[in-house]
């Protein structure tokens, strides 16, 4: 147990670090565009 809550802190800790520091992706925002992208295609065209 007590591994675990060291591995998870640190690793929280580690994962703030890169966000403040880096240009991390924001995987949420990538994964609303692939969305968009999938529905643009199935959607005949409209003309």
Same mark, same amino acid.
């Given at each position: +147990?007590?591994? %675990?809550? =060291?591995? %998870?802190?640190? *690793? @929280? $800790? $580690? *994962? +703030?670090?890169?966000?403040? @520091?880096? /240009? $991390?992706? @924001?995987?949420? &925002?990538?994964? /609303? #565009? %692939?969305?968009? /992208?999938? #529905? =643009? &295609?199935?959607? !005949? !065209?409209? *003309?």
């Amino acid at each position: +147990m007590l591994q %675990f809550l =060291a591995g %998870f802190t640190i *690793g @929280n $800790v $580690v *994962g +703030m670090y890169l966000a403040q @520091n880096y /240009d $991390v992706v @924001n995987i949420a &925002k990538k994964i /609303d #565009e %692939f969305k968009k /992208d999938v #529905e =643009a &295609k199935k959607k !005949p !065209p409209s *003309g």
